[in-house]
Nanobody, 118 residues
């Protein structure tokens, strides 16, 4: 089992950077390292969408609108996934959620607000 606790986010001007973190509490190393994860965002009035993902093997994938600007990573020793967001745009505004999948079970973080001012 995992409990995902998010940190980071906040208000930034367009062109700025933010880093989101998602720590898997109560996860042993084998569980964490065997999990895939993704960062989702939900903009006001829109459906939640997958922004970036990373497999248990470290393979990453991004939606086109964030390629070259966002970087997803994992630190097995710290049991943490991260999303580095650079050159932020107003369209990146939303609530960001991390999700981990292990043994066909999904675990979600509590969500964190990212607001990009134009």
């Amino acid at each position: 089992q995992m409990q995902l606790v998010q940190s980071g986010g906040g208000l930034v001007e367009a062109g700025g950077s933010l880093k989101l973190s998602c720590k898997a509490n109560r996860a042993i190393l084998s569980t964490f390292s065997g999990s895939s994860a993704g960062w989702y965002r939900q903009a006001p009035g829109k459906q939640r969408e997958l922004v970036a993902s990373i497999s248990e093997f470290g393979r990453t994938d991004y939606i086109d609108s964030v390629k070259g600007r966002f970087t997803i990573s994992r630190d097995n020793g710290k049991r943490t996934w991260s999303l580095q967001m650079n050159d932020l745009k107003p369209d990146d505004t939303g609530v960001y959620y991390c999700k981990a999948t292990w043994n066909r079970s999904d675990f979600w973080g509590q969500g964190t607000q990212v607001t990009v001012a134009s």
